[in-house]
């Protein structure tokens, strides 16, 4: 296997060098978790109905990797569609859904598209992220469309005071990165930017299995790409009851598309640019009521060319929303919130006729009550209702109510019952509809119903501890999907997805060791007959993991932390009759990060290794993985 190695000269990743201080990893356990995206609202994260993970500054500090996809493969529930290079598309799936049917936001404003319904999350730096928080199951009565599976919402950076901050890595098969962040604030405002960029061949080896030819070491042809990320977020105390955030992210990256190994595509090239804007004010109004107003803006441009076969294309979308709210509390128990939401976007394409475009219009209704009480038994409960009604200009309207609980069953060691239910949609695609020859004007909407249940439990035994373990129930009519033949899109009827969740989080010898484990089983079936003959018929669907683990665990000791992961992916079928299956996996990663202050300078010396043990896999037929593959950074910030 070959490697390339670049020594850094000067750098840091901000992620590590901000969040790296003593007393941040030694106190993260003990400040409680509030989340944002469950409800809508800042609520205490042990009272989400919802199961969620909130992954914060101790996780983007152990991380491998650059990017907010890096950050997500291993959270409990998510599959990272990964093709494979440094530089290719990676989306995320939930509970044996596709990847269109997560709902993406930045800052909680969507940013799906409306041409294909994915994100790239390899396009977001991990630099320009605070956290990350990720609540499953179908949230349509908040978010609207696409929010069947989950939601993933990603919060930028604020800036804290003044600080400088370089970076500088590489590592194998070409790869090199370079990073310069500033940043200025006080107790009124704030703002941070930053300049990244990334590159590599990724001409990686790996294992060619063709049927009725013997095995062969080839490598990754056309796979290279060049990133360049700039990000700025500033935020304004204009006064004690007024607050202004701004947040932009511009990426340009130009890569090779090598195509699946068995129909590869050696000349094929992509340039993208994108752009992604959220604004914010708050406003406080008489009686702890608050009023906000935000606003989003993405606009996307994708030049694919491919000379082999004369196609050259370009698709540019625009999207734009605006999303105010007014949060009332009723008394110390109960906050009530409405919001309407207003959205347009279209799409320009030499592929396709006229310009699609669609408007969306939607009205919510919110309601959090907590009812508490004195007592060893039964303490605390939430109650939590929601119904929102989308109106969308091309594809029709829905109503989609929602209903959760949290109950904590006994104050010592914080043991609770939570359980929701809720109906949920996705509206066809832009692709699904208007792709001239590949589509189909008459699909309709996936409309689907979601239950779960789970109990939780957290407290310090010798350390601190949070388990949780559920139940969930997905029914899933008019599922869209792609005929392998015609490639036209199609409505299945039935899908039904149930399963059982797992996750573990502790912290012990006063969080010198960290431990993290999940383990996710599902059941995603397609459940109704096209054809007396049908031979898809109660199979299960493809691309979906049935069983997928991981386990964690952070060791800090002085100056030092050491951190590795193992992750098992699964079996997937690759063809909707199951006669294809993709082998299961196993992978281990690490990394070792040593730290430094010198002055007032802080050092910063990462080393990654991914896929240790250089494990032969494809997460998606006919796109390999690569090998064991090695990355160096080395910074300074201050």
Do not use: C
Request: aromatic share 10%.
């Amino acid at each position: 296997m070959r490697h390339s190695l670049l020594i850094l000269v000067v750098g840091t990743i901000p992620a590590i060098a901000r969040q790296s201080e003593p007393e941040d990893t030694l106190s993260h356990w003990s400040v409680p978790e509030v989340i944002v995206t469950a409800t809508r609202e800042r609520i205490p994260a042990a009272d989400s109905p919802s199961p969620y993970e909130l992954l914060g500054a101790s996780d983007i500090r152990t991380a491998n990797g650059t990017t907010v996809a890096d950050l997500t493969r291993d959270a409990a529930g998510v599959f990272l569609q990964d093709y494979g290079a440094s530089g290719a598309l990676k989306s995320i799936s939930l509970r044996g859904l596709g990847s269109e049917q997560t709902l993406v936001l930045v800052n909680g404003l969507r940013i799906n598209s409306f041409q294909n319904g994915l994100v790239d999350l390899g396009l977001f730096p991990l630099a320009s992220v605070d956290k990350v928080e990720l609540v499953q199951g179908g949230n349509s009565a908040l978010y609207g469309s696409d929010a069947e599976g989950g939601v993933l919402n990603i919060l930028t950076r604020a800036a804290t005071g003044p600080g400088v901050n370089v970076q500088a890595g590489g590592g194998s098969y070409g790869y090199r990165s370079y990073l310069v962040e500033g940043s200025e604030g006080n107790a009124g405002y704030g703002i941070v930017a930053g300049f990244g960029y990334e590159s590599g061949r990724d001409n990686y080896p790996f294992e060619s299995h063709r049927p009725n030819s013997p095995d062969t070491s080839i490598s990754r042809d056309n796979a290279d790409f060049r990133k360049h990320q700039l990000y700025i977020t500033g935020n304004l105390a204009a006064d004690d009851l007024t607050r202004i955030v701004l947040s932009s992210l511009y990426v340009y990256e130009d890569r090779g598309v090598p195509g699946p190994v068995s129909y590869p595509s050696p000349l094929a090239r992509e340039q993208d640019d994108d752009v992604t804007t959220t604004a914010s004010l708050t406003r406080t109004l008489a009686g702890a009521a608050e009023l906000s107003l935000s606003a989003g803006m993405t606009y996307s441009l994708e030049h694919y060319s491919d000379p082999d076969f004369e196609s050259f294309d370009s698709y540019k979308n625009d999207y734009f929303s605006v999303n105010p709210e007014l949060r009332v509390p009723l008394g110390e128990e109960q906050r009530f919130l409405l919001g309407v939401e207003f959205s347009e976007g279209s799409l320009e394409s030499n592929d396709f006729e006229g310009e699609p475009r669609r408007i969306e219009r939607a009205g919510y209704l919110s309601d959090h009550l907590l009812l508490e009480r004195d007592a060893g038994m039964f303490d605390r409960l939430s109650l939590f209702g929601s119904v929102r009604y989308d109106d969308i200009s091309d594809v029709g309207n829905a109503w989609n109510p929602r209903l959760g609980f949290n109950l904590r069953l006994v104050p010592v060691g914080d043991l609770r019952l939570r359980g929701s239910w809720g109906s949920s949609f996705r509206a066809p695609t832009f692709n699904d509809m208007y792709y001239p020859g590949f589509s189909n004007p008459s699909l309709k909407p996936e409309r689907s119903s979601t239950f779960d249940a789970g109990i939780t439990a957290g407290g310090e035994w010798g350390g601190f501890h949070s388990i949780e373990l559920g139940i969930f129930d997905q029914r899933t009519e008019n599922r869209i999907v792609l005929d392998p033949q015609s490639y036209i899109p199609f409505n299945i009827g039935i899908a039904h997805a149930d399963g059982l969740q797992g996750r573990y989080e502790g912290y012990f010898l006063s969080d010198r060791i960290r431990l993290k484990a999940n383990v996710n089983l599902v059941d995603a079936r397609k459940k109704n007959k096209s054809s007396p003959t049908d031979s898809t018929y109660d199979k299960r669907l493809v691309y979906a993991p049935s069983q997928e683990a991981n386990l964690g665990l952070t060791v800090v000791e002085g100056f030092i932390s050491f951190s590795v992961r193992y992750s098992f992916v699964g079996n997937r079928p690759a063809t909707e009759d199951n006669s294809v299956l993709l082998p299961a996996f196993r992978t281990i990663d690490f990394n070792v990060v040593a730290e430094q202050g010198i002055g007032p300078f802080r050092t910063t010396i990462k080393a990654e290794v991914e896929n240790a043990l250089s494990e032969d896999y494809e997460i998606l037929p006919d796109y390999p993985m690569p090998e064991r593959t090695i990355r160096l950074s080395i910074g300074i910030s201050r």
